[in-house]
């Protein structure tokens, strides 16, 4: 069902095209950061962490019921195009994540560019990663296979380079990851493969334009175009990955790639559930729980994540 014309014009005016992204990056940092207000659940406790990453230090922020059980943990990756977003602006996403999975969130404040430009957001990633799964029982009294990867745009992307990073370095392997409406392809412009690119990019809050302002942010040359950690789907042997929830949204412009990058998983042997959720936009998983399509995902998460996930309705 399309979009109407009162909601399209709405989605026109908060696409805020006037700032111009490479120039003012500062300050649409800012404005994600307002339109993504903190919040944490009385239910939920957060305590901020470091990870050491050889000259520098990695924020994590951990979510976790006030119990003494041992949970389940989803190490979450946030999106905002590598340049946006942070451990604060993905508090209540995070929190929500912790009460309606019954998991322990670690949330991950990788560096952004353009400071820091590709491959420092999926080397710190990795680092995380590493020192999580490796010391899983130490730190948390689980085994490396109670840990999902899961992330949201650019998020979603680094969920899936850092399961590329495991299986070349052999140093851990995830069993799950969950990606939502990942960014996973090299190019959004109007010479891009993928349909929804040209039938999305227009008025829908994330734009083509705007996409390739953060792919152009992000990368720190035309070299890394071609490198299977900044685009996924571009890796040419993907066989022996995690088994994959694949989440996409009808007029996401990231939607055809991150479908293909799940028949891609599928065609090399990999487990994957794919949904594409009807009549929404990309970055929706981080409305209300109380929206359907929102707790349609977290239905489907939870069930993913505990091993009871069939495969979708044809």
Not at 131 to 140: D, T, W, Y
Not at 299 to 313: L, M, Q, S, T, Y
């Amino acid at each position: 069902m399309p979009i109407n014309k009162v909601m399209r014009e709405a989605l026109k005016a908060l696409s805020y095209p006037d700032i111009h992204l490479k120039k003012n990056y500062k300050i649409v940092r800012s404005i994600y950061t307002m339109t993504h207000p903190k919040g944490l659940s009385s239910e939920y406790k957060a305590w901020n962490h470091k990870v050491v990453a050889g000259d520098h230090v990695i924020p994590v922020r951990i979510f976790s019921s006030d119990d003494d059980v041992k949970h389940p943990v989803l190490l979450f990756f946030h999106g905002g195009g590598w340049v946006t977003g942070n451990i604060d602006s993905y508090t209540k996403v995070c929190s929500r994540l912790a009460k309606f999975t019954g998991h322990t969130v670690i949330s991950v404040d990788y560096r952004l560019a353009p400071e820091h430009k590709f491959p420092a957001a999926p080397e710190d990633c990795y680092a995380v990663a590493k020192e999580i799964f490796l010391n899983s029982r130490k730190h948390f009294g689980i085994e490396p296979e109670d840990i999902t990867l899961i992330g949201d745009s650019a998020g979603g992307n680094l969920a899936a380079a850092v399961s590329l990073m495991a299986k070349d370095r052999g140093e851990f392997m995830p069993k799950r990851q969950v990606l939502i409406y990942p960014a996973v392809n090299n190019d959004f412009s109007e010479n891009s493969q993928f349909k929804s690119i040209i039938d999305n990019g227009e008025d829908y809050l994330l734009t083509r334009t705007r996409l390739c302002d953060y792919m152009d942010l992000y990368k720190s040359s035309d070299e890394d175009l071609s490198n299977p950690y900044f685009a996924p789907i571009l890796a040419g042997d993907l066989s022996g990955l995690p088994d994959t929830l694949l989440i996409t949204a009808e007029f996401d412009p990231l939607r055809d790639e991150g479908e293909a990058f799940g028949e891609k998983l599928k065609s090399f042997g990999n487990q994957v559930i794919a949904y594409r959720i009807p009549d929404v936009l990309h970055g929706f998983f981080a409305l209300s729980p109380k929206y359907p399509p929102v707790e349609y995902c977290y239905e489907k998460i939870n069930r993913f994540v505990n091993g009871r996930e069939e495969a979708p309705d044809e």
